[in-house]
Each structure stands twice: as structure tokens, then as C-alpha cells.
């Protein structure tokens, strides 16, 4: 079953969607093509993003050791963003990278699962786009609040589908840029960490509560892109979630850290090996 929220008649409507319509909660049906906002179909009280967990993406950044456990960061519930909605460049940036990702969205209070029992927990999975600007790498500690927390950075959609009806070692993820394919991976032969050992490792000591959702990683490929560009995940048996990017219609404050082109940046954004992106950095770079 695939359960949306929409916006229909000026209120947020929820229904459940059903080839080409939605049928909402009332009984009225909606042709999802006249949708006129879709929401984010969970509401979380945290995001947990996961960093490495697509050997893909491990390979591409010539690791000399593939990690032995995830490590995570957090994104604010003021990233969330849903299907169709604009994600914004600011301005002075030019390293606003896509990421497609599958979501794991929390059913009930989880605080130390067992890796059997973990997914015990879960409501369902939904596409996500783990948006990040990277001009501001060298900003806030590694915590990446300024690279990955943006409004709007998360999107979300544009169906939530029950756990029942879907195999999480079986999962094909896909990324398209004006479509053409730019990312795929399969949950059963590229990922690293299985979503039972994220969502295991992550309860240990934090409770996640219902709606919460766990962002489980990227496969290889991640690039930026450029206002115009329409960035699609697509999961089979889930969905397809879509935006566009725009330019962020102010200047930033001249208060803080300023955007910037770091080694770090280079070596992120674009996949760029790190001695090469420490010399392309370089203030005496040609």
C-alpha cells in the first residue's frame, strides 16, 4: 500500500495511492497528475542520515579501507521537502550535489533493537534526495548543519509503502539529471550496512520514535547540478520523487562562514582524489 499527503482544497489531505489516483481518506478520488502540492508523506521528529554505505561510493573515493562500521550526522526537521518541490542553490555556491537515497520511516518507539528484530520497527520506505551544498565543507566541524541541513534539503516521496510489501535486500535505486541515469545501486549487492543494521546500530543510543526516518546512503556518482535541472530518484516497487533546481532568489548575510572551495569540497563534490584536490585548492593553483 503506498500512503501520500497531499494538499487538496487548500487543507493537507492524506489517501492512498492506487496506480494513477488517490483515493482520500473521505473516498474522494484525486488523479495524482492534478495534485496540486504534494507533502512529505511522515512527519519525523529527527532525520538520521547515514555517510558511507554503498561499496560503490567507497570505491569511487579510492578508499584505502572500506569502513567497518557506518558513523552518522543529523538533518533538521526543517530540511524536509517533498515531491515537486524546488531545492534552492544559494547563491555564491556552486557545488549543490543530488544524493538518492532510500528512507526507512520508524513504526513504533525503537530503543535497542536487535539486529533480528530491527526492522520489527519499521512502518515502511520511502525515495529520498539527501541534498548538500558543499562550498561550506570547511564549515561547523565536520557536523555538516551548513552542507546538508539547508531548507528544503531533504525531499521526501512521494509515497510511503508499507514494509509488508517490500524486500529491503532487493531494492534497485536509480538517479536521473534531465534523464539521463547518473546513480544506480542495489540494496543487496552494493550496500555495505543492511537498513536492520543501521536502524540496530543507531537505536543503541538514540530512541527513535514513529515518523522518525533513517536516510541509509548513496551510491556512487553523486554530482553537482545547475538551476534548471530536474533531479529524479526512482526506486522500483516505491516510486519516483522529482525536483528542480532554482537559484535562491537573496544574497547571503556577509555574517559567518562564506562559501568556499576547499580540498574538501573538490574531493566531495566531484570525487576528485584528495592529493589532486588539495593542489586544485591551493591559493597558487593555476
Not at 593542489?279 to 593553483?285: D, F, H, I, Q
Request: proline content about 7%.
Amino acid at each position: 500500500m503506498r500512503h501520500v499527503l497531499i494538499e487538496h482544497d487548500g487543507a493537507a489531505a492524506a489517501g492512498v495511492l492506487e496506480g494513477d489516483t488517490i483515493e482520500l481518506e473521505d473516498g474522494a478520488p484525486v488523479k495524482a497528475a492534478a495534485v496540486q502540492r504534494w507533502l512529505p508523506p511522515v512527519v519525523p521528529t529527527k532525520i538520521v542520515a547515514t555517510h558511507l554505505t554503498y561499496r560503490s561510493r567507497a570505491t569511487e573515493y579510492a578508499m584505502a579501507q572500506l569502513p567497518q562500521a557506518p558513523s552518522y550526522f543529523l538533518k533538521p526537521p526543517s530540511s524536509l521537502s517533498a515531491h515537486g518541490a524546488p531545492v534552492y542553490r544559494p547563491r555564491g555556491c556552486r557545488f549543490l550535489n543530488y544524493e538518492g537515497e532510500i528512507a526507512v520511516v520508524i513504526g513504533e518507539r525503537c530503543t535497542g533493537a536487535s539486529l533480528d528484530d530491527a526492522l520489527s520497527y519499521v512502518r515502511g520506505y520511502t525515495i529520498a534526495n539527501d541534498w548538500g551544498v558543499h562550498d561550506f565543507r570547511h564549515a561547523d566541524r565536520g557536523s555538516m548543519l551548513r552542507v546538508k541541513g539547508q531548507d528544503g534539503f531533504c525531499p521526501l516521496g512521494p509515497a510511503l509503502v508499507d514494509a509488508g510489501d517490500v524486500d529491503p535486500d532487493d531494492l534497485h535505486l536509480r538517479t536521473y539529471v534531465n534523464g539521463e541515469l547518473v546513480q544506480e545501486g542495489h540494496t543487496g549487492t552494493d550496500l555495505m550496512f543492511s537498513f536492520a543494521y543501521q536502524v540496530a546500530d543507531v537505536s543503541r543510543l538514540i530512541t527513535l520514535q514513529p515518523g522518525d526516518v533513517l536516510l541509509t546512503g548513496t551510491p556512487a556518482k553523486s554530482r553537482p547540478v545547475e538551476p534548471g535541472d530536474m533531479v529524479a530518484v526512482e526506486v522500483d516497487g516505491i516510486g519516483r520523487l522529482e525536483n528542480t533546481v532554482r537559484e535562491l532568489d537573496r544574497d547571503l548575510e556577509a555574517v559567518g562562514e562564506q562559501p568556499e572551495v576547499s580540498a574538501n569540497t573538490l574531493h566531495v563534490a566531484l570525487a576528485m582524489p584528495e592529493d589532486e584536490a588539495e593542489r586544485r585548492a591551493s591559493p597558487t593553483a593555476p
